[in-house]
């Protein structure tokens, strides 16, 4: 294990990152030199990369136990922060443990015990509670989205887990909204504070009202997205049901879009940024949850489709589009009576009428029935699409590698064909199904 750990110079090579941006270079400083860190700084910063240098610099490579616990309030983030840390490449194993996938996956996974753990509060305390693993190696603990996974609901079992952490001396808080009061049972003494919220940033960030004749916003959203074009976006609703009312009128209207909120499955959720991601679909129709910790680009615009009740909603849902230097619009989207929170301030109303040059749907996504525990690599999956799928190289999209299988994006017409061509054909030593997902 020893040889195989990468200075920081190495790592951000990997990463093909040139040089860390000024609040992650003063945050692992900061995190190396102190016990107890508040890291403020807006979505979008790289607060992920800023905690894990210094996280990765710490461990122990001659440890056979967990030794750093990251507790996160949702899987997207659980599965995110997991990506971003394999990708360093750093020679650790790191593992991310959440609900919604089966205990059994799990089970499997922590028999090779990661130095690094990451978790949603109520899967860590289950595991915790089978002794599954020992805790009294844990000396850092990580709570990344601190604001929202100290919420009331999680107190219960957040307490629970950091109580059973006896060997614990570095403490690590991350979020993008401050003003959150945090509880004695976190034990976080004289925490040095590095706050990028106010003063250090300019904002690039442009609001603009569109107002709706009527109370149903149905029609003036169509408007709106056929005046932005084809640009992906997000769409904020407040209910599950409001995203099963708008998703039925934008099918109708043939506007290719996913759906993500946390009635879903965990597959069905994976899958809707998947094919957010690879460009299948052009807008994500989500609730809060899209608004912090999932794996997606840089928008260049979020639509509230319904008003968030409170500010730090607001907050989080602005922070997907215009993050670090790029510039994005947030369309506040109201029915002529409708009366703004005092958080929202009056912006400037824009005219719709005039539309955008629209383009239909044109990437579709195939699902390949294998992954990187069969020995698969993209590359094998490219090789198969270019030889036996007869497509050229301008014709493949993204293709997203899992552990037990793939996604592939290719044009829409000719999907059926190349289902047809693939389905049940040999990848490397495996027999693959191929469907349109």
Same mark, same amino acid.
């Given at each position: 294990m020893a040889n195989s750990i990468k200075t920081q110079e190495d790592i951000l090579e990997k990463l093909q990152i040139e040089a860390l941006n000024p609040m992650q270079e003063e945050a692992t400083s900061v995190i190396e030199k102190n016990n107890n860190?508040?890291?403020?700084?807006?979505?979008?910063? =790289?607060?992920?990369? *800023?905690?894990?240098? $210094?996280?990765?610099?710490?461990?122990? $490579?001659? %440890?056979? !136990?967990?030794?750093?616990?990251?507790?996160?309030?949702?899987?997207?983030?659980?599965?995110?922060?997991e990506q971003v840390i394999r990708s360093m490449g750093s020679g650790y194993k790191v593992n991310a443990v959440y609900g919604g996938r089966p205990m059994s996956k799990d089970k499997i996974e922590l028999k090779h015990i990661p130095a690094i753990l990451i978790g949603t509060p109520g899967r860590i305390a289950d595991h915790f509670s089978n002794n599954r693993f020992s805790k009294d190696h844990i000396k850092t603990l990580i709570l990344d989205e601190f604001d929202k996974s100290l919420e009331v609901g999680f107190e219960y079992e957040m307490r629970g887990i950091i109580n059973?952490?006896?060997?614990? !001396?570095?403490?690590?808080?991350?979020?993008?909204?401050?003003?959150?009061?945090?509880?004695?049972?976190?034990?976080? &003494?004289? $925490?040095?504070?590095? !706050? +990028?919220? &106010?003063?250090? #940033?300019? %904002?690039?960030?442009?609001?603009?009202?569109?107002? %709706?004749?009527? &109370?149903? &916003?149905?029609?003036?959203?169509?408007?709106?997205?056929? /005046?932005?074009g084809n640009e992906p976006g997000i769409i904020f609703c407040n209910l599950k049901d409001s995203i099963t009312q708008l998703s039925t009128f934008l099918e109708r209207n043939k506007i290719s879009h996913a759906c993500f909120s946390g009635g879903m499955e965990q597959k069905d959720r994976e899958r809707a940024l998947i094919k957010f991601r690879n =460009?299948?679909?052009?807008?994500?129709? *989500?609730?809060?949850?899209? *608004? #912090?910790?999932?794996?997606?680009?840089?928008?260049? +615009?979020?639509?509230? +489709?319904?008003? $968030?009740?409170?500010?730090?909603?607001?907050? /989080?849902? !602005? =922070?997907?589009?215009a993050r670090v230097n790029e510039k994005g619009t947030a369309y506040i989207l109201k029915w002529e009576n409708e009366r703004l929170p005092e958080f929202i301030k009056i912006s400037k109303g824009i005219n719709i009428s005039k539309k955008a040059h629209y383009k239909a749907q044109y990437w579709e996504t195939l699902f390949i029935s294998g992954g990187r525990k069969d020995k698969i690599s993209k590359g094998d999956i490219a090789g198969l699409f270019f030889k036996k799928g007869g497509l050229s190289k301008d014709e493949l999209g993204t293709i997203e590698l899992k552990p037990d299988c793939a996604f592939v994006a290719i044009p829409l017409e000719l999907a059926n064909g190349l289902v047809e061509k693939l389905n049940n054909t040999r990848l490397k030593k495996k027999k693959v199904r191929v469907i349109i997902l």
């Open positions: 860190t508040i890291l403020l700084s807006p979505t979008g910063t =790289g607060k992920t990369l *800023a905690f894990s240098l $210094p996280l990765l610099k710490s461990l122990d $490579p001659e %440890s056979k !136990n967990i030794q750093a616990l990251i507790l996160v309030p949702s899987r997207e983030l659980a599965i995110q922060i059973q952490l006896p060997m614990l !001396n570095k403490r690590i808080l991350t979020s993008a909204t401050q003003g959150v009061e945090i509880p004695d049972f976190v034990q976080l &003494k004289e $925490p040095r504070i590095i !706050n +990028y919220l &106010k003063g250090k #940033r300019t %904002s690039q960030l442009t609001f603009k009202t569109v107002v %709706s004749p009527t &109370k149903s &916003k149905l029609k003036t959203v169509l408007e709106l997205i056929q /005046h932005i =460009g299948t679909c052009q807008l994500l129709i *989500a609730t809060d949850l899209a *608004a #912090r910790g999932i794996d997606i680009v840089e928008m260049k +615009y979020i639509i509230h +489709y319904e008003l $968030p009740k409170h500010e730090e909603e607001f907050i /989080h849902r !602005n =922070g997907r589009t």
